[in-house]
């Protein structure tokens, strides 16, 4: 699967409001599997591993358009710096070990 679509499936997360403390569990458990397959790259099991996020997205626009927000809440801190830790990987191996060196900035020569 493609490093950026899954950079974009995870940045979605930020911004899902109406989730309950369970769902967030269920969030931090999908970033928890994703984890470990990232090295591999494996589709299928990458796949599989974010499925759970479409269904907790479904659930976040059904009770945003009925107002149950009192009852949801913003991304915990804990399954935000998992997700950003994941972002980050994945950022990294996309630059590959060029920009990986180089602290993630290109060689600009002597201008800097």
């Not at 899954?6 to 409001?17: A, F, H, K, N, P």
């Not at 369970?22 to 599989?48: A, K």
């Amino acid at each position: 699967m493609n490093p950026q679509k899954i950079i974009d499936r995870l940045r979605e997360i930020e911004d899902w409001q109406q989730l309950t403390a369970e769902d967030w569990r269920t969030v931090g458990d999908v970033l928890d599997r994703l984890d470990p397959l990232l090295p591999e790259g494996d589709d299928t099991e990458i796949r599989s591993a974010l499925a759970p996020l479409e269904a907790l997205e479904r659930k976040e626009v059904r009770r945003a358009r009925a107002g149950l927000g009192a009852k949801g809440m913003a991304i915990p801190p804990q399954q935000r710096e998992k997700r950003n830790h994941l972002i980050e990987r994945l950022t990294a191996d996309a630059r590959g070990p060029v920009g990986r060196a180089s602290g993630g900035r290109e060689d600009r020569g002597a201008s800097e």
